[in-house]
Each structure stands twice: as structure tokens, then as C-alpha cells.
């Protein structure tokens, strides 16, 4: 049998089909972006709230495809000396030394070695441009909306050309594009500029009946009432009025919570110990303590098929 681990996927049904095995269940849009930036070779530009599932569509793909994940995460502050390469000063220092206590040496030769790859410090930016047996990496550049504005300017090249010019060194270019995701919470816009080198996707909060298909192939052990019950809480809390509205994610960790803690099914007071599961705000917590978290709990059930 031919080992098909690392081809690409040959459609968009190929494309949820491979998602699909690695527990992640991607809508019809998204994984028809995901099928065109596998196809085209483009960066694919993933926006939208925390918690639905952008970041974990990379780990999924570079899982399904035996890729190498390569990961950025951003920062404010981010520059080119930690996306890219450095020069490793210490070595550098110590060649240094050396030449100068054995006398003799040849100036122009030992700067040509100081800079010359024995002693670049490859960060993940350049790693992914490298060559891998199995096939070029996944890179991930994670909350891009954490950056600023010139380090999207020093993006482009990588983005247009999948190259990136060392002064030193010279212009390195990838023999295969990497397979690029890039994120953002929306904390600001990224430039126009950007995102014309990417094909887009909105990543919205899933419905209900696609976000308790996804809780039941991550949480299989939880029962199907009270998957439906979380499922239908998390929902109806996302209509309130919210510091930080409770994703994907918190409602995976919800229910793995309410499972360590055996609960059968949703109660006031099961709720109000476990909110921290779902939410990360001392104010959000404490407008949901009391009769607010029995109040939800009954329209949410109301709002249950049958409820």
C-alpha cells in the first residue's frame, strides 16, 4: 500500500476528511480556504475571536501531514534578532580570541568566517524556509495582532516571496513554500498590505449543533445530555455583556472539568464552582454567582430542541 502521509489533500472533502482525524472539525468555508492555500501554496490569514480554533488548525494539519510545526508566537515588541536569525556573539567572541592569541591571522578571512552560517542562530522565520525529507513545515505566526507595525512590514518579503535577505549572508529562498497560518485576535487591524499576500478567513463562534459535534469527538467520555446542556449554557452565556466571551476552547475545558468532578448534569451550584473553567474575569465571574447562573441555566435548557 502507498504511504500517503505528507501528500496534500486532493479536494476540500480530502481536506475535512484530514482535519477530521485529528479531532478537528472545520466548517465547509474554512476548510475550503484551507484546501485553496494548500493547492495555490498561499498563507492563509485566520482572524477572529480567541478560543475558535485558529492556532489549532495548524497543529491539526502539521499532525495529519507528518510536517514539522514550526511556531512563532508573537509579542509586542517582536523584532527581525528573534523572528529571524542572530548572530551568536559568544562564539563569535571566543573565535575572536583564539585568532588573536595564535597571531596571524587573516583578517578578512576570520570576518568571513564570523559571519558566515557556522555561527547564524537560525529562529523560526529562517527554519521554515529550510529544506525538510518530509516535506516543507507548517509555520505558524501566532496573535499577529500582538506585533506592531513594522515587523508586518518586515513580513512581506517572506509572505510575497517566501524569502528572506541577510545582509551578511545573502537572500535565502525556499526551495517549497512553507505551509503558513497566520492569526489574529483582532486586538487591531493588520495592514491592507498583509493580508493582499494571504487568502482570508473569518473564524467565528461555531452553532450549536457543530460546536456539540466537536465537544463530543473531544470530550467523547461526557454523556450526550450533558454535552448539550454545556453546549447550550456556553451559547447563551455568549450573548451577554462579557469581558471575555468564553470560546471553543473553554467550553472543551468546561466539560473535561465537569467530568473530573463527575457531575451528571448542570445545576446552579455546579456552575458557580466552576466558572473559571469558562471564564477569565473576576467581573464576569461575579455577575454570574447567585440567581444570574440559575437564570441562564433555564433559558438555556428552554432553548434546548424539545427543552
Not at 182 to 193: F, G, P
Not at 206 to 227: D, G, H, N, W
Not at 237 to 264: N, Q
Request: aromatic share 6%; net charge negative.
Amino acid at each position: 500500500m502507498q504511504d500517503t502521509r505528507g501528500a496534500l489533500p486532493e479536494d476540500i472533502d480530502a481536506v475535512e476528511t484530514l482535519l477530521a482525524g485529528q479531532g478537528y472539525l472545520p466548517g465547509r468555508a474554512l476548510a475550503t480556504v484551507t484546501f485553496l492555500a494548500l493547492r495555490l501554496g498561499r498563507p492563509l490569514f485566520l482572524e477572529g475571536a480567541p478560543g475558535t480554533g485558529k492556532t489549532e488548525i495548524a497543529l491539526a494539519l502539521s499532525r495529519a501531514l507528518g510536517r514539522r510545526l514550526i511556531r512563532l508566537q508573537c509579542y509586542e515588541g517582536l523584532d527581525s534578532a528573534q523572528a529571524l536569525c542572530d548572530w551568536n556573539f559568544p562564539a563569535q567572541m571566543i573565535a575572536i580570541r583564539t585568532a588573536e592569541a595564535s597571531g596571524g591571522a587573516d583578517r578578512s578571512a576570520l570576518q568571513a568566517e564570523l559571519f558566515g552560517p557556522d555561527y547564524l542562530v537560525e529562529r523560526p522565520l529562517l527554519q521554515a524556509l529550510r529544506p525538510a525529507p518530509e516535506g516543507p513545515p507548517v509555520l505558524l505566526i501566532d496573535e499577529l495582532d500582538r506585533t506592531d507595525a513594522p515587523f508586518e512590514a518586515f513580513l512581506l518579503e517572506v509572505l510575497s516571496d517566501f524569502q528572506v535577505t541577510i545582509p551578511e549572508i545573502g537572500t535565502i529562498r525556499a526551495p517549497e513554500p512553507p505551509i503558513v497560518i497566520l492569526t489574529s485576535n483582532r486586538t487591531r487591524e493588520i495592514h491592507d498590505a498583509l493580508k493582499r499576500r494571504c487568502l482570508y478567513h473569518w473564524v467565528d463562534y461555531p452553532a450549536f449543533e457543530r460546536e456539540l459535534q466537536i465537544l463530543r469527538t473531544r470530550v467523547p467520555e461526557a454523556s450526550a445530555a450533558l454535552s448539550r446542556e454545556v453546549v447550550a449554557f456556553v451559547q447563551r452565556l455568549r450573548t451577554e455583556d462579557l469581558f471575555k466571551t468564553p470560546g471553543m476552547a473553554e467550553t472543551i475545558d468546561w466539560a473535561k472539568c465537569l467530568l473530573a468532578l463527575d457531575v451528571i448534569s448542570l445545576s446552579p451550584e455546579v456552575i458557580s464552582d466552576t466558572l473559571g473553567a469558562i471564564l477569565k474575569y473576576q467581573d464576569d465571574i461575579a455577575r454570574l454567582e447567585g440567581s444570574e447562573a440559575k437564570r441562564l441555566l433555564e433559558e438555556a435548557r428552554a432553548a434546548l430542541p424539545g427543552g
